[in-house]
């Protein structure tokens, strides 16, 4: 997928070092439950594993995201089923370096366009945790609503945001 600023793709070995960069992030890794990468060899291990996990997903996944003027990855975005849940999951992480200039906001907006037009998907849902308000923001700009928290997922106490396909494409009108 592409936007204006950004190019959504398949993560590849040369993504190692940028994704290093993000996933050495303490706060980054605060609002996903994430633990650093130990070198960036076991990075690129990850990223091959995340490849392979997700590569027959009924065209879900988990992508790089490449800052065009730059061709650096400087985030992740997904649209995958949440744990034991036939709920669709969209996330987004973003090396902190380019937070505040809306690059979540533009490449969450396309997959979430991409999961109601070629996926057809009839929900689609974020969990995240009460204090994330960036991630929170994030979630409102592009359309989802509060639904409340959840115990469901991951042994937390998480918000839970949904966007109906039927209302997001009346609201396209
Ligand atoms: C959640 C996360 C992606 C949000 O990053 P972010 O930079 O705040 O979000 P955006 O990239 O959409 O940028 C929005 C900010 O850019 C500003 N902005 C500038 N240009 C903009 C534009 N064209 N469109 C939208 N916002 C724009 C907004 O006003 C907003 O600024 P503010 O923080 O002062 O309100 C980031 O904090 C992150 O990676 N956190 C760790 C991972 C995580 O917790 N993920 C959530 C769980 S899935």
């Given at each position: 997928m592409?936007?204006?600023?950004l190019?959504?793709r ?5 993504d190692?070092?940028?994704a290093?960069?993000?996933y050495?992030?303490d706060?980054?890794?605060r609002?996903i ?18 490849r ?11 992508w ?8 650096k990855?400087i985030g992740?975005c997904l649209?995958?089923p949440?744990?034991?849940s036939e ?6 992480h973003?090396n ?5 200039y809306?690059?979540?906001t533009?490449f ?7 999961g109601?037009?070629t ?15 960036r ?6 700009r592009i359309?989802l609503k509060h639904?409340?928290?959840t115990?469901e997922?991951?042994?937390q106490?998480l918000?839970?945001?949904?966007a109906?396909?039927e209302e997001?494409?009346?609201?396209k009108?």
């Amino acid at each position: 997928m592409q936007t204006p600023r950004l190019l959504i793709r398949d993560f590849c070995d040369a993504d190692a070092e940028d994704a290093f960069e993000l996933y050495s992030d303490d706060e980054v890794n605060r609002g996903i439950m994430g633990t650093a990468p130990s070198s960036v060899e076991q990075m690129r291990e990850n990223l091959r594993a995340v490849r392979g996990k997700y590569a027959d997903l009924n065209g879900m996944g988990v992508w790089a995201v490449e800052l065009c003027d730059a061709r650096k990855m400087i985030g992740t975005c997904l649209l995958k089923p949440l744990p034991n849940s036939e709920k669709v999951e969209i996330g987004w992480h973003l090396n902190r370096a380019f937070w505040g200039y809306g690059f979540a906001t533009e490449f969450a907006s396309a997959a979430l366009h991409y999961g109601f037009e070629t996926l057809m998907l009839d929900r689609i849902y974020a969990i995240l945790f009460e204090w994330n308000l960036r991630s929170w923001n994030v979630a409102v700009r592009i359309g989802l609503k509060h639904q409340g928290q959840t115990n469901e997922f991951h042994n937390q106490t998480l918000e839970l945001f949904v966007a109906a396909r039927e209302e997001y494409l009346r609201s396209k009108v």
